[in-house]
């Protein structure tokens, strides 16, 4: 892959480089995003039907059953070169920061230090009432709902993902807007940009001067704002681009 000159200076140069991640950066890992066409047993549902406060109110169980789906997908999905170009910038530059929509650990897990989860994780359960933290081996059984309850409060529990229509948790929402206040380089990866108020990130930092570099296969709701669009999966441009601005693997 060929990059421009004045982008991989740019990286050399910065002391704080932001990665912004959607659900195209976990792709390659096998965790489909939610405007992918579903497969098998869940086909007949929109993702973004399933992942609201109002189908939990209605449908508990069928919401609890799509996520502990969605959770064993997790479970087996590895990180790919790309979350490891990502990890690897830590080496090479000052200030990293991973802001990601994504909600299955899989940056953390290629041993990035500093993520940013503005849609919170998969992996753990919370009540639904009193937002206590419950592990597994906590769990109350299920009542006529078909949902585990809340050892505490007697709540049913839930993913503690941020569900459409629901706001961002407050302190990683204000994590976000800094790391993008004071970013050299923001590369805005494997995000369509089109849910709000993740998809502002970028321009937040574009106001501040920073370079805005897109990584994603096709064009998306950003590639007019950006300074360098890279077509490609990010399991691919990433390592590339590591390896171009400072050499040898590019993973690490
Ligand atoms: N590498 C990079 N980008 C990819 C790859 C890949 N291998 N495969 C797909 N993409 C791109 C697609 O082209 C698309 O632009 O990833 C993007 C995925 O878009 P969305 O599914 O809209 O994901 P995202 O932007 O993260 O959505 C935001 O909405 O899906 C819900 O709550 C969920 O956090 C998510 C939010």
Redesign the pocket.
């Known amino acids: 892959m060929n990059f421009a000159p004045a982008l991989l200076q740019a990286l050399r140069q910065s002391a704080h480089v932001v990665v912004f991640?959607?659900?195209?950066?976990s792709?390659?890992s096998g965790v489909p995003?939610?405007?992918?066409a579903q497969t098998g047993l869940w086909a007949q549902y929109d993702?973004?039907e399933l992942?609201t406060p109002e189908a939990f109110r209605r449908h508990p169980k069928r919401v609890w059953d799509w996520y502990a789906w969605r959770r064993e997908l997790v479970a087996r999905a590895r990180p790919h070169a790309?979350h490891r170009a990502v990890a690897a910038l830590e080496r090479h530059v000052p200030q990293v920061t991973v802001v990601t929509?994504?909600?299955d650990g899989l940056h953390q897990e290629a041993g990035s230090r500093r993520v940013v989860e503005?849609?919170g994780n998969l992996r753990r359960i919370v009540c639904a009432r009193c937002r206590a933290v419950v592990p597994q081996t906590a769990w109350a059984p299920a009542g006529p709902e078909g949902v585990p309850r809340c050892p505490h409060c007697g709540g049913l529990l839930r993913p503690d993902?941020?569900w459409?229509g629901e706001p961002l948790p407050a302190d990683a929402w204000r994590a976000a807007q800094q790391a993008m206040q004071t970013a050299d380089v923001v590369l805005v990866?494997?995000?369509?940009?089109?849910?709000y108020p993740?998809?502002g990130l970028p321009l937040l930092a574009r106001e501040r001067g920073a370079r805005l570099v897109e990584?994603?296969?096709?064009e998306?709701a950003l590639t007019p704002v950006v300074d360098d669009v890279l077509r490609?999966?990010?399991?691919e441009?990433l390592p590339a681009l590591v390896r171009a601005a400072w050499g040898g693997e590019g993973n690490g």
Do not use: C, I, K, W
């Open positions: 991640s959607g659900a195209g950066m792709a390659e995003t939610f405007r992918d993702p973004t992942a790309g929509q994504n909600v503005l849609h993902v941020v459409f990866v494997g995000t369509s940009g089109v849910v993740a998809a990584v994603n296969p096709t998306t490609g999966p990010a399991g441009v």
